[in-house]
C-alpha cells in the first residue's frame, strides 16, 4: 500500500502560479503511474497529468497542457504539480494517486491523497 499526501495548494489571482507536491510512503517502488487529478465542485473528477514510474514519460490534459508541468524527486519520493498562468477554471480539489497501469482513468488508481484546494480568483 502507497500513502500519499498532498500540499501546496491556496488560494492565488488569475495569473499566478502554484506547486502543488505529493509526498509518498510506504511501497513507492509499486506503481507504475503517479497522476493528478481535480474535482470542482458538482462536476466529475477529472484527468489532469501523469508521470512513469521513473519520471521519464509525461502526459497532461489538453487543458493545462503548456501550463502545468509534473515532475518526481525519487530520492524524496515525491511528486511535484507545478502550475503556472493559472485559470479560473482551474479552481478545484486537486489530487494525487498511484495506478499499477499507465492510464488517465480515475477508476484505474487504487491510492489516492486527501486533496489540496487550489481556487483561482478572476
Known amino acids: 500500500q502507497v500513502q500519499l499526501v498532498e500540499s501546496g495548494g491556496g488560494l492565488v489571482q488569475a495569473g499566478g502560479s502554484l506547486r502543488l507536491s505529493c509526498a509518498a510512503s510506504?511501497?513507492?517502488?509499486?506503481?507504475?503511474?503517479m497522476g493528478w487529478f481535480r474535482q470542482a465542485p458538482g462536476k466529475e473528477r477529472e484527468f489532469v497529468a501523469r508521470?512513469?514510474?521513473?519520471?521519464?514519460?509525461?502526459s497532461y490534459a489538453d487543458a493545462v497542457k503548456g501550463r502545468f508541468t509534473i515532475s518526481r524527486d525519487s530520492a524524496k519520493n515525491t511528486a511535484y504539480l507545478q502550475m503556472n498562468n493559472l485559470k479560473p477554471e482551474d479552481t478545484a480539489v486537486y489530487y494525487c494517486?498511484?495506478?499499477?497501469?499507465?492510464?488517465?482513468?480515475?477508476?484505474?488508481?487504487?491510492?489516492w491523497g486527501q486533496g489540496t484546494q487550489v481556487t483561482v480568483s478572476s
Open positions: 494517486a498511484t495506478a499499477g497501469i499507465w492510464s488517465t482513468t480515475p477508476r484505474d488508481y487504487n491510492n
Open positions: 510506504g511501497r513507492t517502488f509499486s506503481w507504475s503511474a
Open positions: 508521470i512513469n514510474w521513473n519520471g521519464i514519460v509525461t
